[in-house]
């Protein structure tokens, strides 16, 4: 199997368990010393260090919503870079601090990059 085979085998993985809430699923492919960021309007609001930080916080958001589904638009490749276009919607769980009540729906379009070595994820950043 190709490099960018099994890149885009681990991304769709990530993204079916994504969408079930399967945090261990997430985290299966991703190196001890992850690195995560979330960026909005091009600021890294959230930086998360470390497969247990990022465990901590995937349970954590798993609370703030009753359905959720990422689906992948596209995917391009560059050496060990993934760049996926994707679309997102969720129906909310609870208040959050945002002013979205719960029951309320969020649909968003954003990209998730994702930085490889060795097979395993490194770096993740959620843009939108």
């Known amino acids: ?5 099994q890149q885009r085998q681990i991304i769709e993985s990530y993204v079916k368990a994504y ?18 960021e979330n960026i909005a309007d091009g600021i890294t609001n959230h930086k998360i260090l470390g497969i247990s930080a990022f465990l901590h916080q995937a349970e954590q958001a798993t609370a703030y919503f009753r359905e959720r589904e990422q689906r992948i638009k596209s995917i391009s490749f560059e050496e060990d870079v ?3 276009e994707v ?18 729906e969020l649909t968003l379009e954003g990209k998730s990059i994702f930085y490889f070595e060795n097979g395993k994820i490194t770096k993740l950043q959620d843009i939108s």
Do not use: R, T, W
């Open 82 to 84: 993934a760049e996926v």
């Open 19 to 36: 969408n079930a809430f399967d945090v261990a699923g997430m985290v299966k492919d991703m190196h001890h010393d992850i690195v995560f």
């Open 87 to 104: 679309s997102y919607s969720g129906v909310v769980g609870v208040d959050l601090p945002n002013g979205m009540q719960a029951g309320e």
């Open 1 to 5: 199997m190709s490099n960018e085979a």
